[in-house]
């Protein structure tokens, strides 16, 4: 069986992982880590009072940090696969679309048969607002989906 378990750096997605390996994982399975990630907001043209100019530097300090911070968790979960004996995939990535929307063509693409995933728990109005990738894997993935609550 491929199951997919999708992380996003919170405690919740690694305690999804931790639940997957407890209570479902079977020697055989391949599971393929998988992390979408937005593009980090960047600034675009500084305004001062000398006039404008482009925060050139300002933009590397952010891509720095957060490519640090996505290596740092590929790294981990690299290592947790590796400690547990698990055949397995880290697919980490960050594009410009949205994650939910981008899990599921890896889910077809890669012909995953479970995903598993974490809910941060967002309340009524934040997801009605901003939307929720778990909230949209459910609602269009094609295979059985495992949500690990709060």
Not at 9 to 38: D, T, W
Not at 73 to 84: F, G, T
Not at 104 to 129: N, S
């Amino acid at each position: 069986m491929k199951v997919l378990i999708a992380v996003d750096g919170s405690e919740i997605a690694q305690k999804a992982f931790n639940y997957y390996f407890e209570n479902f994982h079977r020697e055989g399975n391949e599971v393929l880590v998988c992390y979408r990630s937005e593009q980090p907001d960047l600034p675009t043209i500084m305004f001062t009072a000398g006039g404008a100019s482009f925060p050139a530097e300002e933009i590397a300090k952010i891509m720095t940090e957060h490519n640090k911070k996505v290596n740092d968790m590929e790294n981990q979960y690299v290592m947790a696969c590796k400690n547990l004996k698990a055949k397995y995939k880290v697919l980490f990535e960050t594009s410009a679309g949205r994650p939910g929307p981008g899990i599921i063509k890896l889910v077809e693409k890669e012909c995953v048969e479970m995903i598993v995933m974490g809910t941060r728990g967002l309340g009524v109005i934040k997801r009605t607002v901003m939307g929720s990738v778990s909230n949209y894997v459910v609602h269009h993935a094609k295979v059985p989906v495992l949500i690990c609550p709060n």
